[in-house]
């Protein structure tokens, strides 16, 4: 509902599934929580899609918005208000709003912005800390365009002060994670169902590429199994679709060459699927130890994280901003970028000490079920409605969706 007890029309502006990115998969769970907290929302998709994508989009499909196009966005905008739209909600990436050379930025998302007449509310999906000039430039646009910016964690919203110069209000709301209740049997249980039974497993999921650092988690199960000689590390997940067009598997093959030579393959597995949320869900409740050896010091969020958080794992991760805030008192094991000592460190002393792993365990599942989908999507439902304003046209009802990626 609106502010004014009306069914709440929200149009979302995001790249979406089945397109395989983090931030379709992140926008799509967020409409579904924000749909269950109240039914009686409406919810509309601008997809953002490259030139020449045809994806099989659900039936909220409002338009096709084409990447890169300055136009198509600004087209997009008039749509989201015909369409009927009290308020829109935009997952901002800048690789999906416009383009830069590394001193300037061609940014499309202003353009969308300026034309919209409703209010929007911008998810902020990277906040670098010490940015270029072009890039503070942009989120400063994008903040006074915008009628409310949501990031996913205090250290987020302290940069966009500090480094950013943003001083008015920027609300946090963390990235989601699926409800994951404890099941009957618990981890030995969901190892039997996976066929994992006697195993000691680490896993990590998500799109595999260099960033991950997953050859320091490899090399570290080496280390691991001369003491573990059952542990098995879970490696889950397809190749970037980007990484693919571009190198093809050669990084996975490095990471396959790897095991071979190390002679790891009865410990190290790799399942290259896009995994579903269940599939997602069950391999976490199998897990001794949840791992990101993430290489990348700024990234601020981590959605393989948050999911690990709300099912209640023993996490060990690199540095990273995100791990360094959601992993504090006492909610994981940090260690050092590009360490495979530190890490095959902490694991061992996870796994050769039964009551610091519980202690990790229920510390995260705590911290966890504060970001929960239902909790989260009932916060981002009451920041939309509390913007929201019925807008000056009647919403149209649309035939087919309209195609703004077209050629």
């Known amino acids: ?53 045809r994806r099989p989009y659900d039936a909220t499909l409002i338009a096709r918005v084409r990447q890169h196009d300055a136009a198509s ?42 034309d919209l007449r409703v209010p929007s509310v911008t998810t902020l999906h990277t906040v670098l800390p010490r940015p270029a000039v072009w890039m503070r430039d942009a989120v400063r646009r994008i903040a006074r365009l915008s009628s409310a910016v949501v990031v996913m964690s205090a250290t987020a919203r302290r940069l966009l002060h500090d480094d950013y110069g943003i001083d008015h209000p920027v609300t946090v ?26 195993r000691t497993v680490v896993s990590t999921f998500g799109l595999v590429d260099p960033r991950k650092g997953l050859e320091y988690a490899v090399e570290a199960i080496a280390a691991v199994a001369r003491r573990h000689p059952d542990v098995l ?3 889950a997940g397809q190749t970037h679709p980007e990484l693919v067009r571009r190198d093809g598997e050669a990084y996975r093959g490095e990471l396959v060459r790897r095991v071979a030579e190390r002679g790891l393959e009865r410990n190290v597995r790799f399942v290259d699927e896009y995994l579903t949320r269940d599939a997602i869900v069950e391999l976490l409740r199998a897990s001794d130890v949840y791992v990101t050896p993430y290489l990348d010091p700024d990234q601020i969020t981590s959605g393989t994280l948050a999911y690990a958080l709300g099912a209640g794992c023993a996490i060990v991760s690199t540095r990273y901003l995100h791990a360094r805030e959601a992993l504090g008192d006492g909610r994981g094991v940090l260690v050092d970028f590009r360490s495979s000592a530190q890490i095959a460190a902490a694991l061992l002393a996870i796994l050769g000490a039964p009551a610091m792993q519980r202690a990790l365990e229920e510390r995260a599942y705590a911290y966890g079920r504060q970001a929960a989908w239902p909790r989260v999507g009932a916060q981002a439902l009451a920041r939309m409605s509390a913007l929201s304003a019925r807008s000056s046209s009647a919403p149209m009802l649309l035939r087919m969706p309209v195609d703004l990626a077209a050629p």
């Not at 990436?93 to 001193?103: A, H, M, R």
């Not at 709301?173 to 006697?198: D, T, W």
């Open 233 to 235: 590390y879970v490696v």
């Open 73 to 114: 966005f600004r087209q997009a905008a008039a749509l989201a208000m015909r369409w009927g739209a009290d308020v829109v909600n935009v997952q901002h990436e800048f690789g999906l709003y416009g383009s830069d050379d590394g001193s300037t930025h061609a940014d499309h998302l202003a353009g969308f912005l300026e």
């Open 173 to 198: 709301i963390p990235h989601g994670a699926p409800p994951v209740p404890r099941m009957p049997g618990g981890r030995n249980a969901a190892k039997e169902r996976l066929g994992l039974a006697g």
């Open 1 to 53: 509902m609106d502010r004014r007890g009306r069914p709440l029309r929200i149009a979302f502006l995001s790249t979406w599934v089945p397109r395989r990115c983090g931030i379709a998969t992140f926008a799509k769970d967020l409409r579904d929580a924000v749909e269950a907290s109240d039914p009686t929302t409406t919810t509309g998709v601008l997809a953002i899609d490259e030139p020449g994508s």
